[in-house]
């Protein structure tokens, strides 16, 4: 019964910005780690930043670091991927994952990111 939503993919040019959010329903997300992981064609799934459930600490692919920021909203449950600087390499499918339990993860549908100009 639980669901993850990912939202607000499209299109953007070099350097803009978008902003992903993950809803869930059937969970309070605070209570789980949560993923961003992205596949763009032909190439193998990345992850590429999380936020711990634990203590909330955060954690960014090098690729990613400094320009994607991962933040919780607990009153909306939803996490959000907010992208800066945003590349053509980074045009990808992005999937917010659940860690539910050690070898039970939820993803949601996707949500499609497109950077070009």
């Known amino acids: 019964q639980l669901q993850l939503v990912e939202s607000g993919g499209g299109w953007v040019q070099p350097g803009g910005s978008l902003r992903l959010s993950c809803a869930a329903s059937g969970a309070t997300l605070v209570d789980y780690t949560i993923g961003w992981f992205r596949q763009a064609p032909g190439k193998e799934r990345e992850e590429v930043s999380c936020?711990?459930?634990?203590?909330?600490?955060?954690y960014y692919a090098d690729s990613v670091k400094g320009r994607f920021s991962i933040s919780r909203d607990n009153a909306k449950n939803t996490v959000y991927l907010q992208m800066n600087s945003l590349k053509p390499e980074d045009t990808a499918v992005y999937y917010c994952?659940?860690?539910?339990?050690?070898?039970?993860?939820?993803w949601g549908q996707g949500t499609q990111v497109t950077v070009s100009s």
């Open positions: 936020i711990h459930s634990s203590d909330g600490t955060t």
């Open positions: 994952k659940l860690v539910y339990g050690r070898f039970v993860n939820y």
